[in-house]
């Protein structure tokens, strides 16, 4: 059995999760963590490469839409080792990488943009309201 740690010199086990991004300055898992614990998983815990890919992709469903891992899927290493592995955890990455190859595939690039816009669209409006919410009650006091 190999020795997986992660970036905080903690050791990777079979029932580890990955440690988040939080809110404020905090200590979390780094893109090279979440493949240490891919390989982990299939290397030394028994997992098929279908169950470590399951297990991978629910965390990564699982993580804060603002944290950190949001930009792993542009990290190259990241994107290879994943895609390598079967596995696609990025929307807003195919739309840049897809729209840098052309036209080529843009229905792909479409409906990548329409489930970013799914997402970012109520965000602004919750954003709005809340920043009108905060104007208003000022204003009142």
């Known amino acids: 059995m190999a020795n997986y740690i992660d970036s905080l010199n903690n050791p990777i086990l079979c029932d580890s999760t990955p440690n ?3 809110w404020f300055s905090d200590d979390y898992w780094l893109a090279t963590d979440w493949i240490t614990w891919h390989k982990k998983l299939k290397e ?3 997992y098929t490469q ?13 993580r804060g839409t603002f944290g950190h891992e949001w930009f792993f899927q542009f990290d190259s290493d990241f994107r290879d ?3 390598g592995e ?3 955890f990025s929307s807003l990455a195919n739309v840049v990488y897809t729209a840098g190859k052309g036209s080529e595939n843009i229905i792909s690039t479409a409906g990548s943009l329409t489930s970013i816009l799914k997402i970012a669209i109520p965000a602004i409006v919750i954003g709005a309201g ?3 919410g905060i104007k208003a ?3 009142l006091t």
């Open 130 to 132: 809340i920043f009108y």
């Open 50 to 62: 279908e169950e470590a890919n399951a297990k991978i992709s629910q965390a990564w469903t699982d």
């Open 86 to 88: 079967g596995m696609n």
């Open 44 to 46: 030394d815990c028994g």
């Open 137 to 139: 009650y000022k204003e």
């Open 20 to 22: 988040y991004d939080g």
């Open 81 to 83: 080792y994943f895609e």
